[in-house]
Nanobody
Framework: QVQLVESGGGLVQPGGSLRLSCAGS????????MGWYRQAPGKQRELVAV???????NYADSVKGRFTISRDNAKNTVYLQMNSLKPEDTAVYYC????????????WGQGTQVTVSS
């Protein structure tokens, strides 16, 4: 069992930056691939970025060059650095942990709201 707690969301002006954090507990963090997803009102949840247990990363086209995902296994934490934010980045951002072998085992955080508005 893994518990995930996101933090760092808030209100930011267009062009601004935020860093989201996701702290994990309850299991060995390094055996999970970690991802950030987001869900805007009236839309489906979508993948934003993923980082594997080995540190490989992948990004949605809409955030490439602006967002950076990273992880610190010693701190059981994954981060999402978001730069050059746009109004369309407004959403609830969720952290996900997916077991590297048994993909059916995965966990979600409660989400953190990011609002980009002037």
């Amino acid at each position: 069992q893994v518990q995930l707690v996101e933090s760092g969301g808030g209100l930011v002006q267009p062009g601004g930056s935020l860093r989201l954090s996701c702290a994990g507990s309850g299991s060995t963090f390094s055996i999970y691939n970690m991802g950030w997803y987001r869900q805007a009102p009236g839309k489906q949840r979508e993948l934003v970025a993923v980082i594997t247990s080995g540190g490989s990363t992948n990004y949605a086209d809409s955030v490439k060059g602006r967002f950076t995902i990273s992880r610190d296994n010693a701190k059981n934490t994954v981060y999402l650095q978001m730069n050059s934010l746009k109004p369309e980045d407004t959403a609830v951002y969720y952290c996900n942990a997916r077991h590297i072998v048994i993909n059916a085992i995965h966990y979600w955080g409660q989400g953190t709201q990011v609002t980009v508005s002037s």
